[in-house]
């Protein structure tokens, strides 16, 4: 039988948790750090979450920048991504902006960056690449495109060439949207092939297809932002012998949260993990080993 050491049942546990496992801390590719007045709208829009999913949606983690750095580090993330994604023209630049002065006042923040489908595209992707940006995010059901438009074309062959993973939302859920599923993805990446794709949420529900992309492309990766939490298996549950898919891609699976806007304490994601008993070795890749590869972390 496969040893598993129990996930944290609070937050304070995890520090012991991570010891117990021999990992330095957590690599979470998906934690989001907004300008202000974004984050406050996007609460706002989770306040509202049962008239849009059914279900109420209360924000875990509702304090202010500071008090969010001090437990993200607490809870033992060794760098701190701070993915954001616009969802009209005209943002993105503006959204990179803020990320890298973000950057440079957080030292142990990720220089994170964005696009949307728009003729200045490839320019400021580019830009964003130059100026140091190592980690992206695209949202295609709240940006309402998809991934394969055209005006996208340029971007994706600077991020192609510069090897950065991209966080790309394009499960249908929590919400399914126009765009959203595998076959546009799939389409990226027969253009692309060499793209470090990181899908966010296992690609839920579609878990098996994006799955299936994950084993077909050599960069492509999947992260666990929300998967198997008591939250999640209401609505999008792993499907039977998926854990066992999860086992094949053990060095394609990656760490990711949702930070701040989950509603539940962190831990629980790391519990929930860990209960799918694919033991410890499992665990450590998910948790750091893969994470820090795709962030270029040290140690």
């Known amino acids: 039988m496969t040893q598993t050491t129990p996930g944290p049942s609070s937050d304070a546990e995890i520090p012991a948790y991570l010891a117990a496992l021999g990992l330095p801390g957590l690599a979470d ?51 701190i991504p701070a993915l954001s ?27 994170c960056a964005t696009m949307y ?11 964003a690449l130059d100026a140091g940006a190592r980690l992206f995010k695209v949202h295609v059901q709240v940006g309402r495109f998809g991934p394969d438009d055209p005006l996208l074309e340029p971007a994706w062959a600077e991020l192609e060439r510069a090897g950065v993973p991209i966080v790309i939302h394009a499960g249908s859920k929590p919400l399914p949207g126009e765009f959203t599923g595998p076959q546009r993805v799939q389409r990226v ?51 039977e012998g998926f854990s066992d898919r999860l086992s094949d891609l053990a060095d394609k699976v990656v ?3 949702d930070f701040p806007n989950i509603p ?35 140690g």
């Not at 001090?70 to 760098?79: D, E, Q, Y």
């Not at 253009?191 to 799955?211: N, Q, S």
């Not at 084993?215 to 792993?238: G, Q």
């Open 189 to 239: 990446l027969e253009r692309h092939p060499r793209l470090a794709l990181v899908i966010a949420h296992l690609g839920m529900p579609e878990y098996w297809e994006f799955a299936d992309l994950a084993a077909r492309y050599p960069l492509v990766h999947l992260d666990t932002t929300m998967v198997a939490t008591d939250f999640t298996e209401r609505f999008a549950p792993l499907p």
């Open 29 to 79: 590719i998906h934690v989001h750090f907004l300008p202000e007045n974004m984050l406050e709208k996007v609460w706002r829009y989770f306040d509202a979450a049962e008239e849009s999913y059914g279900w109420p949606w209360p924000i875990a983690y509702r304090v202010g920048e500071e008090e969010r750095l001090r437990l993200a580090r607490g809870f033992g993330l060794a760098a």
């Open 85 to 111: 994604y616009p969802h009209k023209p005209g943002m993105a630049a503006w959204l990179n902006a803020w990320s890298a002065d973000f950057a440079r006042r957080v030292p142990d923040a990720i220089h």
């Open 264 to 298: 539940y304490p962190y831990a629980h994601q790391l519990e929930a993990l860990a209960g799918l008993g694919l033991g410890d070795d499992w665990m450590r890749k998910v948790l750091w080993e893969n994470g820090s590869r795709l962030l270029g972390l040290a």
């Open 117 to 127: 489908p728009e003729p200045e595209a490839g320019r400021y992707v580019a830009e």
């Open 255 to 257: 760490l990711g949260s």
